[in-house]
């Protein structure tokens, strides 16, 4: 099985010790608990990453590794039925950190496979870089990994947003017209049950929010949401 991780580059040297989870919670795992996070594809890797990047513009300086785990390497499974109903909310309920660190303390496996709350249906794997197995896994080496602008965060897209609203003749000093719907709106319907943190469009632009320095410490410590 092959799965991916990505960070920032200044981060890549310390990807895979879970230093960062010893500092900072994550859904899956309390502060003090060493845990390392993966994705099994590019793609989910890439959208674990979006959900926490509120700047106007994206970050260029990330890297991502593939991680080879062999097919003797153990795989716990936590499978989705058997979550509380609120399992995916933001932030997730206290009961996943304790399924996070109790799969630790059990040490029965290197690896757990989690259900993604970005993407239904989907995975992430947890890795324990404290377990025997570790070792086995096959992780290569950290290749420069680049967003796409067009993801850029909410606020920025809120901006477009209003650039788009036009005026229809005749109008003084009122919006009488506007343009296409906002994508948000109208990707929601497509499909409800996308995590809305990943979109671009307006959101809690007036809530208080850490710096964007803060969210980055926050997300690359301690994983995915």
Known sequence: MRVFRICQARHAATAFTGDGAVLYPGRWHPRGVRVVYTSESRALAALEQLVHLHRPRLPDDFVCFTVDIPDGVAIREVVAGTLPAEWRKHPGPPELQEIGAAWIAAGDSAC???????????????????????????????????????????????????????????????????????????????????????????????????SAETRDAYRIEAGYA
Do not use: C, M, Q, Y
Request: charged share 30%; proline share 12%.
């Open 112 to 210: 757990l496979e989690v259900p993604s709350a970005v993407v239904p249906g989907e995975h992430n794997i947890l890795l324990n870089p404290r377990h025997a197995d570790f070792s086995k896994l096959v992780i290569g080496p950290a290749e420069p990994f680049a967003f796409d602008e067009r993801l850029r965060s909410r606020h920025a897209g809120a901006r477009s947003a209003r650039r788009l609203t036009r005026r229809a003749p005749g109008a003084r000093g009122r919006v009488t017209r506007e343009s296409d719907p906002p994508f948000e709106a109208t990707f929601a319907v497509l499909r409800p049950d996308f995590d809305r943190r990943a979109l671009p469009g307006p959101s809690n632009a007036r809530s208080k929010v850490p």
